[in-house]
Structure formats: C-alpha cells, structure tokens
C-alpha cells in the first residue's frame, strides 16, 4: 500500500496568514493526489484535484502543488472559515490512501 | 444539483450487520462509481471500495474482503453498503463518495455524503 504522510500534523496560525501543508507519498504517484477539507461533523470537501487543480467553486486563494513523492498544499491569507482539518488522498493505486490529516487551529 | 443522501444513524451489537444506503440526485446515477470511506471517532480517513453502479462490479480493499459488500438498486438510484460481523472498533462514520469522473474509479471523489454514524456497542 501506497503510505501518505503529512506535516505537519497540526498547525497555528493567524487570519490573514499563509500557511502550507506537506503531502509525502511512500511511492511515485505521478500528480493523482487530491487535497480535502473536513470541518467538524462535516463530510469531507474536495479542494484540489490532480495535485494542482481547483475543484469548481473553491476559492483561488487554495493552490496544490507537486508531482512524484512531494506535494504542497497552500491557503493563503486564512479567515475563520478555512480553521479545519486538511487530508491528501493517492488516487494512483488500489488501495486509496489517505494522510493522516493536518489540524489547522487559530492562534 | 450532485447530492448523496445518506441512511440515518444506527446502533448494532458485536457481530450483527448494517447496511447503510446512499441515495443519489442530480446526475446519471449508473454513470458514475461509487466509493465508500470511513472515519473513526476522532481518526483520519479509511478507503473501503467501490461499486459500479452500471454492472455493479465490486473492488474492495483487501481489509474488507470477506466482510463488506456493496450493492445498488440502479430503479432509485441508491447504493448500499453492507458490513456483517460488527465489532466495536468498527464504530466508525461511513461516507458514501461519488468518483468525480465518469466511467473510471480511478478520480478523486466529489461530492460526498452527509455520513452515517454506526455505533457497535453491546
């Protein structure tokens, strides 16, 4: 199985900071990584798709990056709403795998 | 618009069944497979499989194998996801997940369910 691995695993930060979250694949998986936020008590959101690609209707202030091994998710200038949860999933190869999840709180 | 609609909590004893169903809107419904995921209390995201809602052909992670089963009723557009032999450590919120392109498992998954909480306690 494909190990994601996600750093860090929680994060403060500030409205209007920018902040970057890191996506680690124990193997290559081309650009077949999605981002999702998850709020508490909420399904999952989908955010980026093949690494760098807005899903329709997420704001452009949410931006993925990557390909191979190393991918980057990146928010910037924070508001209230984006303190939540942030997952990366490998859609390369059976099984999915998903990071163990990144906390992003306010500080 | 695209919405999965989700079956209502549950509580089950160890080792009964549940069978959670995902009722589909807003789009084809055979067009496009369905994944299920779950997600412990307080845990990360754990990828169970998927169903083709066209032949209703299964794939089914390999922890899974044996224990889970996937249908669909294509005539109100629901899939169904089944799993026998409960244990409390399958506490768990399951999501039904649609593949995001049609025709192929291998996409990312929007848009999910609501979530359907199944608590196992004696």
């Known amino acids: 199985d494909i190990q994601m691995t996600q750093s860090p695993s929680s994060l403060s930060a500030s409205v209007g900071d920018r902040v970057t979250i890191t996506c680690r694949a124990s193997?290559?998986?081309?650009?077949?990584l999605a981002w999702f936020q998850q709020k508490p008590g909420k399904a999952p959101k989908s955010l980026i798709y093949?690494?760098?690609s807005l899903q329709s209707g997420v704001p452009s202030k949410f931006s993925g990056s990557g390909s191979g091994t190393d991918f980057t998710l990146t928010i910037s200038s924070l508001q209230p709403e984006d303190f939540a949860t942030y997952y990366c999933?490998?859609?390369?190869?059976?099984?999915?795998?998903f990071g163990q999840g990144t906390r992003l709180e306010i500080k | 618009q695209v919405q999965l609609v989700q079956s209502g909590a549950e509580v089950k004893k160890p080792g009964a069944s549940v069978k959670v169903s995902c009722k589909a809107s807003?789009?084809?419904?055979?067009?496009?497979?369905m994944h299920w995921v779950r997600q412990a209390p307080g845990q990360g995201l754990e990828w169970m499989g998927w169903?083709?809602?066209?032949?209703?052909?299964?794939n089914y992670a390999q922890k899974f194998q044996g224990w889970v089963t996937m249908t669909r009723d294509t005539s109100i557009s629901t899939a169904y996801m089944e799993l026998s032999r409960l244990r409390s450590d399958d506490t768990a919120v399951y999501y039904c997940?649609?593949?995001?392109?049609?025709?192929?498992?291998?996409?990312?998954?929007?848009?999910w369910g609501q979530g359907t909480l199944v608590t196992v306690s004696s």
């Open positions: 997940a649609r593949s995001a392109v049609a025709g192929t498992a291998l996409a990312w998954f929007d848009p």
């Open positions: 807003g789009y084809t419904f055979t067009g496009y497979y």
């Open positions: 169903i083709n809602p066209n032949s209703g052909g299964t």
């Open positions: 193997q290559g998986i081309s650009n077949y």
């Open positions: 093949a690494a760098s």
């Open positions: 999933q490998q859609y390369n190869s059976y099984p999915f795998t």
